[in-house]
């Protein structure tokens, strides 16, 4: 069977079959995300974040429009639920993860991006979100985060991208951590004949964000809606039933004959 992972953007397209295929046309006219945040030229900020517990996603952010969710939800599926640090790569993408107390936390980002400012990130954000939400986080609903994180991912994203002196120092420390962090290639996740196309618009403004997270929040509120509708319902023909048959036995047998005078 043909293994097909796709990376699909203005400026790169990737294939899980191995061939890499640079549009410079492309390239040349795509307004990198790293335009968005100022950084140096070359040097390709975080494209997108999630945390989440298994494949249930709890807050996430993306600095480019995409099916982020879709690909990262299946990506998810497939890390170990023990603690673990990895990064994934394929053509010009990576994908690194950090696993603790069954949380995980993932970044997409260039492969010309620092691995060093990628777990950085991505060991910040596991921090503050730890200490926002501690235990919540094992049970809490899908997008239950996402409203108040997302912000902080962004915030964070911006900050470590600015390049300041205490965030370099902070990358030389996460340096010598990296040396116990493996690299894979991501052809190690994709299942016989599975398909995983990643689409990216760099050029999307980045208030679609907000729309996305509105619309998520209301799906998720009349979702949660209906199960309480349900669930009313299943009780009161449970409290029905156990009243029909109650009663039943009191006036000897399903016609009622005690109480009806039959």
């Known amino acids: 069977m043909h293994h097909s992972f796709r990376l699909d953007s203005p400026c790169l397209q990737i294939k899980f079959s191995g061939t890499v295929e640079l549009d410079s046309r492309s390239r040349s006219k795509c307004r990198s995300c790293g335009d968005l945040f100022s950084t140096p030229k ?21 600095s480019c429009a995409g099916n982020f969710t879709e690909v990262t939800e299946q990506i998810l ?8 640090k990895l990064t994934y790569s394929h053509g010009s993408y990576l994908f690194h993860y950090v696993t603790e107390d069954k949380i995980t936390y993932l970044c997409i980002t260039d492969d ?48 470590l991208s600015d390049g300041k002196p205490d965030n370099l120092n902070k990358v030389q420390d996460q340096v010598e951590e990296l040396k116990g962090i493996m690299v894979r290639n991501i052809d ?30 209301r799906n998720l509120a009349r979702s949660m809606w209906w199960k309480n509708v349900k669930l009313i319902i299943i009780i009161s023909v449970v409290i029905i039933v156990l009243l029909y048959i109650i009663v039943s036995a009191s006036c000897g047998g399903l016609d009622w004959p005690n109480c009806t005078g039959k």
């Open 42 to 62: 070359g040097k390709m900020p975080i494209l997108f974040s999630v945390v989440a517990r298994g494949n249930t996603v709890l807050a996430k952010y993306a």
């Open 77 to 84: 599926s497939k890390i170990p639920q023990g603690n673990s």
């Open 112 to 159: 010309d991006f620092e691995r060093a400012k990628a777990f950085l990130y991505l060991n910040d954000i596991k921090r503050r979100f730890q200490s926002q939400y501690g235990v919540r986080a094992q049970t809490a609903l899908p997008y239950a985060m996402n409203s108040d994180f997302s912000r902080t991912m962004a915030t964070q994203m911006r900050v």
């Open 188 to 217: 190690h996740l994709a299942e016989r004949g599975e398909r995983l196309e990643l689409l990216v618009d760099k050029t999307e403004d980045l208030s679609v964000n907000s729309v996305t997270f509105k619309k998520t929040s």
